[in-house]
């Protein structure tokens, strides 16, 4: 009988350690891969509560398997209503705040900026004084060990030269586009919490994003689905825009360490230095699918050069991104393990192996985007 009280007192003491984290837009591409490899990482020692309300890009199917995981709560709420964040907070102890969702296509920014600056900026006020009123104590500092991360991106300081420059914390933001200047604008008001209100945040600026789940309105899922199908590769403008490419798990690794060992209140830049055109991304993308498909499988023969259709460019296409990872590695120990040439592997891997998560996002409202995005720029 001793026993079991020791077991039931330790099994107190966990649940107590035990961290709550709050994901915002964990169904979506980066959120999900962030909370699988969260739990691979810590296993039942943490909590997860995930609000994300499900637009077109929130699919519970990327956290299949998860969803049974008795840590593991999902909450369908939209994160500018206040109500529903606030009452996540009253009725749990959050430790961490890791704020991912957010309108992320540059594309569908163009066309409709409205919502960008609904979500992107509103909702991340939202988030913001939720989690302050929540760990503020009477005399204005915080409970103790609580940290709120904002995940931004490195579109926020602009556009630099081909072959001239990095990206730096201490770069002047400089956002071109709806979607950049809504997270520049969110990046904006959790430093004005730090500065003003000391409120414990950090927050990161990754590079583009590749992996499993990935939404096929970004490039490298776009090609791969397009590439298999036979269907037409749109390069826009030239092809010679550079984007500094990162596998999605060091991007979460990054996360955590950032939330775990980084210092309050600063900004720390994810990237991997791997800048590539986009050319030279379809080209590799044609060449693995190549390399991997056996010849008797019927799809080989759909993949060529010639499927390649250069079309009207982005409007205000920024040029070239890169960051320099100097600070995360130099103060935390972080530095990105994939190379390109695995993280494509494995993408287009776990692509082979999900076909029907390809064919159930696909159908219905993408086909509609996908004619409305390209019908002008592409002709069959
Ligand atoms: P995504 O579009 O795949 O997912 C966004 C998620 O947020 C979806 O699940 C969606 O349903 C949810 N969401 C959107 N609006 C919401 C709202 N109002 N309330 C609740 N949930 C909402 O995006 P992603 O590519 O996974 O990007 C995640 C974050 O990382 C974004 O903040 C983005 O700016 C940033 N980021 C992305 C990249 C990249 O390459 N994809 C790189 C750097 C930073
Ligand atoms: O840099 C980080 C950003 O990366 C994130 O903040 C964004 O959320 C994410 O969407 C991504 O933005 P990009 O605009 O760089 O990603 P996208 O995949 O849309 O485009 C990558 C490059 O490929 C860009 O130069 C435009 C080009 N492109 C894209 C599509 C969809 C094409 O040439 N053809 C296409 O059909």
Known sequence: MEGESYAQNRAKEMREMMKTYLVTGGAGFIGSNYIHYMFRK??????????DCLTYAGNLENLKGIEENPNYTFVKANICDSDSIRRIFAENE????????????????????????????????????????????KDGTYKPDKRFLHVSTDEVY????????????????????????SKA?????????VDTYKFPANITNCSNNYGPYQFPEKLIPLIINNALQG????????????????YVDDHAKAIDMVQEKGRLGERYNIGGHNEKQNIEIIHIILDTLKEML????????????????????????DRRYAIAPDKIKAEIGWEPETMFKDGIKKTIAWFFE???????????????????????????
């Open 42 to 51: 810590y296993g039942d020692s943490i909590r997860i509560i995930n609000v």
């Open 185 to 193: 604008s969110s990046d904006m008001l959790v430093k004005s919490y």
């Open 231 to 246: 269907k037409k590769l749109p390069v826009y403008g030239d092809g010679k825009n550079v984007r500094d490419w990162l």
């Open 94 to 137: 959050i430790d961490r705040v890791v704020h991912f969702a957010a309108e992320s296509h540059v594309d569908r920014s163009i066309v409709n900026p409205e919502v960008f600056v609904q979500t992107n900026v509103l909702g991340t006020l939202v988030m913001l004084n939720a989690a302050k009123e929540s760990w503020e104590q």
């Open 354 to 380: 999900n076909e029907d998560w390809m064919k159930n996002v696909t159908s219905g409202d993408y086909q509609k985007y996908y004619d409305e995005m390209y019908h002008d720029r592409i002709t069959e």
């Open 294 to 317: 056996p010849d008797a499988d019927p799809r080989k023969r759909k993949i060529s050069e010639d499927l390649i259709t250069y079309v009207e460019d982005r409007k205000g296409h």
């Open 158 to 181: 602009g556009s630099l030269p081909d072959g001239d420059g990095y990206f730096y914390e201490t770069t002047p933001l400089d956002p071109h586009s709806p979607y950049s200047a």
